[in-house]
């Protein structure tokens, strides 16, 4: 009797045509079969058409893109290398708007270019220019990089786009919110009209519209998302906890929340990199193994940050929403909002840290007195039945309830569960960075920005909390023959 329910098989990569060593190198990553939004893409990109799409982090549209670039890359182990019109010179080049974006593109192609031999990039800024530099001289097939650092490089003479075959643009809407197109279309212009685009952005505001009109040739849009809006897929993917808090209470509420049962990796936001840095060294001080992300650090402390999140030596990483930009790493049990979101675009942004790929996570916000308003548009934006956040502090029955914390969690962590490394496990790397506060052009924001007129900008003030002031500068002056010291604020 034949099966009437029979399972229709698995698609793979190779099914989709992938050269063999780059279907190798994925299965060998545990990556065999594609998500949605890579099957959808890979036919499409593989073909030579630009492309469109639209999906947020999280979805898998790294591969989708990455495979296809590689598919036509021609490495130096490749037949026909030698016959190349610049053997050396990118074949390649995706755009992210943050650091560490684009370090995550630049691994996934790396991982899936391991058989391949094909050299890949990554320029960005808050690094020195002279390892760079010596790596664009040696020759490379790909570049992922931010906008700045690329501009410079070419600017400089040291990268050649003139031979490049694809461009990706990710998170198309992040770099217009950065400020980054006029850039993105400076680098546009230097490779040739021949070349395939591919642009990703979660959303379409006008300006990345205008942008995919004047540099792509009859783009496919591939659209990977919900009928009703991936802002409501994402909120659907996670549970939800929203609690009114007290200030002063934050931390021991924080403090119980860290040691729910089957809590993993968990992503703390602030709105200001005083307060990101406040709380983890107030939760390192408990016993937690916790690491700041902010835009003050360098950029060896931000990566020494992540890679130490990432590898599970801290399971708790306080990090800005400007910092936090493009952060995928995977098993992210918890999002906690420490600081109420400023609006539902930077909310869903934010609990998408969690949820992602299939997987559902648990959010939980704290809302102050002086918040309930921006919460309560929040809440009906999204639609998310929660109007009235409940009065809670870090002794209240529902908390240990609603969250799973065992009765007996205090402000602390009990030295017996204390057994992660800790961030000073993990080395931090001298990059010969270029500035703490504006590394060249891309450090100025702590996301690959840079200000007008192509000078660095110096990094902007936290939100309100006045962590960027400046030392006064003394100066000394004679008045009648005698000398007199003042400061410049005693100027003003």
Same mark, same amino acid.
């Given at each position: 009797?034949?099966?009437?329910?029979?399972?229709t098989?698995?698609?793979?990569?190779?099914?989709?045509?992938? =050269?063999?060593?780059?279907?190798?190198?994925?299965?060998?990553?545990?990556?065999?079969?594609?998500?949605?939004?890579?099957?959808?893409?890979?036919?499409?990109?593989?073909s030579? $058409? +630009?492309?469109?799409?639209?999906?947020?982090?999280?979805?898998? *549209?790294?591969?989708?893109?990455?495979?296809?670039?590689?598919?036509?890359?021609?490495?130096?182990?490749?037949?026909?290398?030698?016959?190349? &019109?610049?053997?050396?010179?990118?074949?390649?080049?995706?755009?992210?708007?943050? !650091?560490?974006?684009?370090?995550?593109?630049?691994?996934? %192609?790396?991982?899936a270019?391991? $058989?391949?031999?094909?050299?890949?990039?990554?320029?960005?800024?808050?690094?020195?220019?002279?390892?760079?530099?010596?790596?664009? !001289?040696?020759?490379?097939?790909?570049?992922?990089?931010?906008?700045?650092?690329?501009?410079d490089?070419?600017?400089?003479?040291?990268?050649?786009?003139?031979?490049?075959?694809?461009?990706?643009?990710?998170?198309?809407?992040?770099?217009?919110? %950065?400020?980054?197109?006029? +850039?993105?279309e400076?680098?546009?212009?230097?490779?040739?009209?021949?070349?395939?685009?591919?642009?990703?952005?979660?959303?379409?505001?006008?300006?990345?519209?205008?942008?995919?009109?004047?540099?792509?040739?009859?783009?496919?849009?591939?659209?990977?998302?919900?009928? +009703?809006?991936?802002?409501r897929?994402? /909120?659907?993917?996670?549970?939800?906890?929203?609690?009114?808090? =007290? #200030?002063?209470?934050?931390?021991?509420?924080?403090?119980?929340?860290?040691?729910?049962?089957?809590?993993?990796?968990?992503?703390?936001?602030?709105r200001?990199?005083?307060?990101?840095?406040?709380?983890s060294?107030?939760?390192?001080?408990?016993?937690?193994?916790?690491?700041?992300?902010?835009?003050?650090?360098?950029?060896?402390?931000?990566?020494?940050?992540?890679?130490?999140?990432?590898?599970? *030596?801290?399971?708790?990483? /306080?990090?800005?929403?400007?910092?936090?930009?493009?952060?995928?790493v995977?098993?992210?049990?918890?999002?906690?909002?420490?600081?109420?979101?400023?609006?539902?675009?930077?909310?869903? =942004?934010?609990?998408?840290?969690?949820? !992602?790929?299939?997987?559902?996570?648990?959010?939980?916000?704290?809302?102050?007195?002086?918040?309930?308003?921006?919460?309560?548009?929040?809440? *009906?934006?999204?639609?998310?039945?929660?109007? +009235? &956040?409940p009065?809670?502090?870090?002794?209240?029955?529902?908390?240990?309830?609603?969250?799973?914390? &065992?009765?007996?969690?205090?402000?602390?962590?009990?030295?017996?569960r204390?057994t992660?490394?800790?961030?000073?496990?993990?080395?931090?790397?001298?990059?010969?960075?270029?500035? *703490?506060? =504006?590394?060249?052009?891309?450090?100025? @924001?702590?996301a690959?920005?840079?200000?007008?007129?192509?000078? &660095?900008?110096?990094?902007?003030?936290?939100?309100?909390?006045?962590?960027? !002031?400046?030392?006064?500068? @003394?100066?000394?002056?004679?008045?009648?023959?005698?000398? #007199?010291?003042?400061?410049?604020?005693?100027?003003?």
């Amino acid at each position: 009797m034949s099966d009437e329910h029979t399972e229709t098989p698995t698609q793979t990569f190779g099914d989709f045509g992938v =050269h063999p060593d780059i279907v190798a190198a994925l299965t060998e990553a545990g990556i065999t079969a594609p998500f949605p939004i890579q099957a959808m893409t890979l036919p499409v990109a593989m073909s030579g $058409h +630009d492309i469109i799409g639209q999906a947020k982090t999280g979805t898998g *549209k790294t591969l989708g893109f990455a495979v296809p670039m590689l598919q036509q890359t021609v490495g130096p182990s490749d037949p026909g290398f030698a016959d190349l &019109p610049a053997p050396g010179k990118p074949q390649a080049l995706a755009v992210a708007p943050t !650091r560490e974006l684009a370090v995550q593109v630049a691994g996934d %192609l790396q991982t899936a270019a391991k $058989h391949r031999g094909i050299r890949v990039a990554t320029i960005y800024g808050g690094r020195a220019f002279e390892p760079q530099v010596e790596q664009l !001289r040696k020759g490379v097939e790909v570049v992922v990089g931010t906008p700045g650092r690329l501009i410079d490089l070419a600017g400089q003479g040291h990268l050649d786009l003139s031979y490049v075959r694809s461009v990706v643009l990710d998170e198309a809407d992040e770099m217009l919110d %950065l400020g980054f197109l006029p +850039d993105v279309e400076k680098l546009l212009a230097m490779t040739p009209a021949s070349r395939q685009t591919m642009l990703f952005s979660a959303t379409m505001p006008g300006a990345v519209v205008s942008l995919a009109r004047r540099y792509m040739t009859q783009p496919t849009h591939i659209r990977a998302m919900s009928e +009703d809006g991936d802002d409501r897929q994402t /909120v659907a993917a996670t549970e939800q906890f929203v609690y009114r808090a =007290h #200030a002063l209470d934050k931390v021991e509420m924080l403090a119980r929340i860290l040691q729910a049962e089957g809590r993993g990796l968990t992503v703390v936001f602030t709105r200001t990199k005083r307060t990101a840095a406040k709380v983890s060294d107030e939760l390192t001080t408990r016993g937690f193994a916790a690491a700041a992300l902010h835009g003050d650090l360098g950029q060896g402390a931000r990566e020494q940050a992540l890679r130490a999140f990432r590898t599970g *030596k801290v399971d708790t990483l /306080v990090a800005t929403d400007v910092a936090a930009r493009g952060i995928d790493v995977e098993n992210v049990t918890h999002v906690v909002n420490y600081q109420c979101p400023e609006d539902e675009k930077t909310y869903v =942004h934010r609990i998408g840290r969690t949820g !992602r790929a299939g997987n559902t996570g648990t959010a939980i916000t704290f809302v102050d007195w002086d918040d309930l308003s921006r919460w309560g548009l929040i809440n *009906k934006a999204l639609d998310l039945g929660i109007p +009235d &956040p409940p009065e809670t502090y870090s002794s209240s029955a529902h908390l240990f309830t609603d969250l799973d914390i &065992p009765a007996s969690a205090t402000g602390e962590l009990p030295r017996a569960r204390r057994t992660r490394a800790g961030l000073g496990a993990e080395r931090l790397e001298d990059l010969g960075e270029t500035g *703490k506060r =504006h590394g060249g052009r891309d450090g100025a @924001r702590g996301a690959g920005g840079r200000s007008r007129g192509g000078k &660095p900008a110096s990094a902007p003030a936290a939100e309100g909390d006045g962590s960027a !002031r400046r030392t006064p500068r @003394r100066r000394r002056r004679t008045r009648r023959g005698e000398s #007199a010291d003042r400061s410049s604020a005693e100027q003003a």
